[in-house]
């Protein structure tokens, strides 16, 4: 997945593509999330529940996971950078038609569709980043690149809903058209050529955690905590008005603070993992279901709201980083192959825990989400716990797929 140590691109040249990758993962991940911060008014101007709502999440990490090992190989022989030019094309326009629908079911459509192309995204993102610098720096490549999600929960998302408080959603999702636009035009610009590399058969993918039980056990544990986590935190906006009373501005600054705890939380768990990848995983799930239970009691104050976002905040960025190291290190040597699981496993998971969430949203009420969320984080911390010897390797610093 990375070139030699002589390479033939300029320093400059090589993290400049690399920061271009880093701005393509933010705004797939940010229009990926963004209708978590604009459930309440996009249900209220198309008329319907915050539950059907959440839909808009459902489908998109539908096609996010389960398109994904088959659009790889079936794309095996397409050069990496008109592949992501493609992906960024997708998503600019599926955002405009998102901002103009008359109705619904074509905002539903555009979703679907743009869903398909974050899950590639997702599949080939990080490891175009590998390749654009020497292989001693690889590592390193990956980690600024992974940053994205980080930027994305600090200042994407928030941005997105200030915006939508300022103006309207529609308005929101056309800005971010105009941005993935631009994102597009700097990688015809700055990444250069990368003809396909190692690309994996579906066979081959799916057939890694029937021969890798140690693989197997991990996408078990990141299904359950990825279920827990988004299906409560798809509707953390109508709880937080149902139980507090709260502006859309004071909402805002609570996600300005979920975020700023999500990259505390994934630079802290960059050192961690080294000593005990296992252990780091475990706390940071602890922390989710902690922070679920701390809404669900204190969640009524303003004070309460904003320790328990800092708490979920850090907890999910340490989490979201060990996942994606714990893959690593139960698969070093099928890595792609893994992150095609990875991928379709965690983007599946966002839809399912969106799904069910709305579910048990319009059915039993909003906090009701939040103790789903409570009993799936928790079996992710038993699978885990459970698992000693399968999950509990540290990852040497030189393997590391991510850091703060």
Known sequence: MSS???HPLSPFRS??????????????????????????PVSRSLDITVGVAGLMVTLYGVSAGLG????????????????LSALLAILAVGNLITSISPNYPLVLTARLIMGFANGVFWAIGVSMAMRLVPGRLASRASAVALSGISIATVVGIPLGTLLESLTDWRTTFLIWSGLGALVLLAVIIVVPSLPSENAVSVREVF????????????????VLYVLGHFGAYTFIRPFIEQNSSTSSRFFTVLLIIYGVGGAAGNFIAGY??????????AVACTGLVAALLLLLTIGHTQAGL????ILWGVSFGAANLCQINVTLAAAPDTFEAAMSL???????????????????????????VFWYGVVLTAASVLLTLGTRRRTAQPVAENEMAASA
Do not use: Q
């Open 272 to 281: 961690t993992v080294t000593k005990n990848l296992r252990g780091s995983f």
């Open 342 to 368: 990875n991928t379709l496993a965690y983007n599946t998971s966002i839809a399912l825990g969106a799904l069910f969430g709305g579910l048990f949203a319009d059915h039993l009420g909003v906090d009701s």
């Open 4 to 6: 030699n140590d002589e």
């Open 68 to 83: 994904v090992p088959f659009i790889v190989a079936w794309t095996r022989r397409v050069n990496r950078r008109v592949l």
């Open 15 to 40: 993290w400049l593509g690399v920061a271009v990758i880093t701005a393509s993962l933010f705004v797939f991940v940010t229009t990926e999330l963004m209708p978590v911060g604009l459930l309440t």
């Open 306 to 309: 904003i320790f328990s976002l």
């Open 207 to 222: 057939g890694l955690p029937i021969r890798n039980v140690r693989l197997r056990v991990v996408l078990f544990a990141v």
